[in-house]
C-alpha cells in the first residue's frame, strides 16, 4: 500500500516561528500536495509539484512555501506563523498516470500557533 | 473553475438504515472525474468511490453507490446498511482530467451512524 507520511501529528509553535511541515511517500509517485482543513470551509489546495524542484500555487498560497528537493518529500514552509495558520494540514500523493483514481493522503498534521 | 457544495453540514442516520449524502458541483469542463472521501476521527482520508464524467453508469462499491445526474451536475453518494464505521465526515471532491489539474473538495457533511 502506498503511505504518505507526516512528520508530526500534533504541533504547536509560537507567532512568528519558521515552521517546516514534512511529508514522505514511499511509492515514487510524481505528484504532491498541500491541503488545508478548516471546519466549513473544506479542503483548500495550498501548493503542489508534478516534480522535482517544481512547484505551483494553489488556491490559497499566502504566507506559505515549499520545497521538494527529493521526489519523495514535499515540505510546507511556514515563514513566519500567525494565529490565523492554526489548521490541519493533509499532504497528498498520486500517481501522473494514474491521478484521475485519486489521491493517496496522509493522516495530517494539526498546526496550533500561540 | 470549478466548484464543489456539500449544503448538509451535519447528517444522522441509523444503523442498518439508507441515507444519502448531496453534492452538486460546477464546471464548465467535459471530462472530469467526481470522487466521495471519507475521514473517519482518525483523519485518515479514505477514497470510497468514483466516477468517470463519461460514463452514465452510477459507480457502487458494495455498500456505497452514487447518483450521478450530469446534466443537473449532481453526484450524491448512498450509502445502504449503515454501520457505526461508517461515523465520518464525508467530502466531495471533482477534478477535472489534465495533468495540471488538482482536487477540488467540498465543504464536507458530518455523518453520525446511531444505535
Known amino acids: 500500500d502506498v503511505k504518505v507520511t507526516q512528520s508530526s501529528r500534533y504541533l504547536v509553535k509560537r507567532t512568528g516561528e519558521k515552521v517546516f511541515l514534512e511529508c514522505v511517500q514511499d511509492m515514487d509517485h510524481e505528484n504532491m500536495f498541500w491541503y488545508r482543513q478548516d471546519p466549513g470551509l473544506g479542503l483548500r489546495l495550498i501548493y503542489f509539484?508534478?516534480?522535482?524542484?517544481?512547484?505551483e500555487k494553489g488556491d490559497i498560497p499566502e504566507g506559505y512555501s515549499v520545497s521538494r528537493e527529493k521526489k519523495e518529500r514535499f515540505s510546507l514552509i511556514l515563514e513566519s506563523a500567525s494565529t490565523n495558520q492554526t489548521s490541519m494540514y493533509l499532504c497528498?500523493?498520486?500517481?501522473?498516470?494514474?491521478?484521475?483514481?485519486?489521491?493517496?493522503f496522509g493522516s495530517g498534521t494539526r498546526l496550533t500557533v500561540v | 473553475a470549478q466548484t464543489v457544495t456539500q449544503s448538509q453540514p451535519e447528517m444522522s442516520v441509523q444503523e442498518a438504515e439508507t441515507v444519502t449524502l448531496s453534492c452538486t458541483y460546477d464546471t464548465s469542463e467535459s471530462n472530469y472525474y467526481l470522487f466521495w472521501y471519507k475521514q473517519p476521527p482518525s483523519r485518515q482520508m479514505i477514497l470510497v468511490i468514483r466516477q468517470e464524467a463519461y460514463k452514465q453508469q452510477n459507480a457502487t462499491e458494495n455498500r456505497f453507490s452514487v447518483n450521478f445526474q450530469k446534466a443537473a451536475k449532481s453526484f450524491s453518494l448512498k450509502i445502504s446498511d449503515s454501520q457505526l464505521g461508517d461515523t465520518a465526515m464525508y467530502f466531495c471532491?471533482?477534478?477535472?482530467?489534465?495533468?495540471?489539474?488538482?482536487?477540488?473538495f467540498g465543504t464536507g457533511t458530518r455523518l453520525q451512524v446511531t444505535l
Open positions: 497528498a500523493s498520486s500517481s501522473a498516470p494514474e491521478q484521475n483514481y485519486g489521491y493517496t
Open positions: 471532491a471533482s477534478r477535472i482530467t489534465g495533468t495540471a489539474s488538482k482536487l477540488t
Open positions: 509539484s508534478y516534480d522535482v524542484k517544481m512547484k
